[in-house]
């Protein structure tokens, strides 16, 4: 297959990401067959490495996926190293050589992914020189990998865009949002559209609302600088939310193709109603920051290393948000993400009416993590002597062997790369009308009276307004 021939240009690969999540997943698709010999991958980073020592890091990265130990070895010979100044431009030169003469050493014929593990500053910089040093190949693919954040907010999302547009084309440009890259969350599309059940009953006539949890137990950790410019609505919902919510509401496509579900994805995206005044922003959000826990064991966010003391991030968000559509009319989705909450947990509600008198009998949980897996709660008759009904759940979860042998994140999204399958990646257009919606949600907030901050205990469920969202229009939140 002319896909498994591939040289992959790593920048970063001196970084944490790398030796977390890429190098296992590469191996993991060499382990499998995904990735032949015919396979090379220069890492390149401004430290003195060289190649020894990232065959060392490589091969410490994987050890726990290790079966063969020969084919480990023989895996981790196909790793170079190159000191590289991204902003240096005849560094390019001889990145140029090295992949010319690995195309040749491996028989690779052109086929390139540049991988860019990097500050999103340093994206541009990176595609022009790789273009005007002529790194790209004529002969065979080249694809550009890059990661959140894609801008700060929709001018500067779209100042990237016409930067990195002038080397690559849209069409090659792979955007990773890892959570498009979960196996729960792939099989949103399959089970509502491989399952007349669902297919049928997925509307304002048969759903009474939807709920998105994407809840963490972890602070802030050690990434304050980042985290404290961006909070809660830039580092999880602009991206990670809004292409759940897509997912859940889009039209079904014509064409299950990477364009068919991206115009349909941002169909629904830009149907996003906004909040027209201060007050509707009130109405329907909470903002929070987190505090220390009740025993005094952890730190309230404004004590955090690096973080500002009197910082305003939000490390909370929860909103009712609406689709401007006939499918979604009336069916509020009520989102929330935060950090240092009671448990990690990401799952989905779906929510049903009831056909006689409205009130919500089944509901439809898709778990994400940290199981992953299903739960249809359906109604049945109490097993006691009275008449009364009692929900009862089907459940099917993936056990540890199949958790185990699952393709990580990282793994389905590079391996979709190589086979140039765009679906699972993020269209720039997606990431325009995702921005709308945050800053316009952002620019609301700088003028409202600004909540008291911290107002959430660490390990506890967030903030108690939170619940009062869906408690006024008489829900609650499932667990
Ligand atoms: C990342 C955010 O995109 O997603 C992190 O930057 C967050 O702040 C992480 O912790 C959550 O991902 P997951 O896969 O653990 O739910």
Redesign the pocket.
């Given at each position: 297959m002319e896909n498994n021939r591939l040289l992959i240009t790593l920048f970063g690969a001196t970084g944490d990401l790398a030796s977390r999540k890429l190098y296992p997943a590469i191996y993991r698709l060499y382990k499998y067959g995904h990735i032949s010999n015919h396979f090379s991958l220069i890492g390149t980073g401004r430290s003195k490495w060289d190649d020894n020592k990232i065959r060392e890091v490589v091969l410490e990265s994987i050890k726990d996926e290790i079966d063969d130990k020969e084919h480990a070895h023989e895996f981790i010979s196909h790793f170079y190293y190159l000191i590289h100044d991204v902003n240096d431009a005849d560094d390019y030169s001889s990145l140029k050589e090295l992949a010319e003469k690995l195309d040749h050493q491996y028989d690779i014929q052109g086929n390139r992914i540049y991988y860019i593990s990097l500050a999103p500053n340093l994206f541009p910089i990176i595609t022009h020189n790789l273009k005007q040093q002529n790194v790209l190949t004529e002969q065979g693919f080249n694809r550009l990998i890059i990661e959140?954040p894609f801008g700060h907010d929709q001018a500067s999302a779209a100042e990237l865009q016409n930067q990195l547009e002038k080397s690559f084309d849209e069409e090659q440009i792979y955007r990773i949002d890892?959570?498009l890259g979960?196996y729960m969350v792939q099989n949103i599309k399959t089970l509502r559209f491989n399952n007349p059940l669902f297919e049928s009953i997925w509307d304002n006539q048969h759903i009474d609302h939807i709920q998105i949890t994407?809840d963490?137990e972890?602070g802030v950790e050690d990434?304050a600088e980042y985290?404290d410019t961006s909070g809660v609505l830039k580092?999880?919902i602009q991206?990670?939310m809004l292409q759940l919510v897509a997912l859940l509401t889009m039209e079904k496509p014509e064409n299950f193709d990477a364009e068919g579900i991206h115009q349909n994805k941002l169909e629904v995206l830009s149907k996003i109603q906004k909040f027209d005044s201060i007050e509707a922003l009130n109405e329907n959000t909470v903002f929070g920051q987190y505090d220390t826990d009740k025993d005094n064991t952890v730190l309230a966010y404004r004590d955090e290393e690096d973080i500002d003391p009197e910082s305003m991030t939000p490390t909370y968000f929860a909103a009712k948000i609406l689709i401007d559509s006939k499918r979604w009319e009336d069916v509020p989705i009520y989102i929330r993400s935060g950090?240092r909450v009671a448990k990690?947990a990401?799952h989905i509600v779906v929510a049903f009416k009831a056909a006689s008198n409205g009130n919500i009998e089944n509901h439809l949980k898709i778990e994400?993590?940290p199981k992953q897996g299903y739960e249809l709660h359906l109604k049945q008759n109490n097993t006691d002597y009275d008449d009364g009904l009692m929900s009862v759940p089907l459940s099917y979860y993936l056990n540890r062997e199949d958790e185990k042998s699952l393709a990580g994140?990282y793994e389905r999204l590079i391996y979709d790369c190589i086979i140039g399958q765009r679906e699972n990646f993020t269209h720039y257009e997606e990431v325009d009308a995702s921005w709308e919606f945050i800053d316009h949600i952002l620019k609301l907030a700088d003028k409202a009276t600004p909540p008291i901050y911290p107002n959430y205990a660490s390990y506890s469920i967030g903030p108690k307004e939170a619940d009062s969202l869906l408690e006024k229009d008489g829900r609650y939140w499932y667990d």
């Open positions: 959140k890892h959570y979960k994407l963490e972890v990434r985290y580092d999880m991206n990670h950090k990690k990401t994400i993590a994140d």
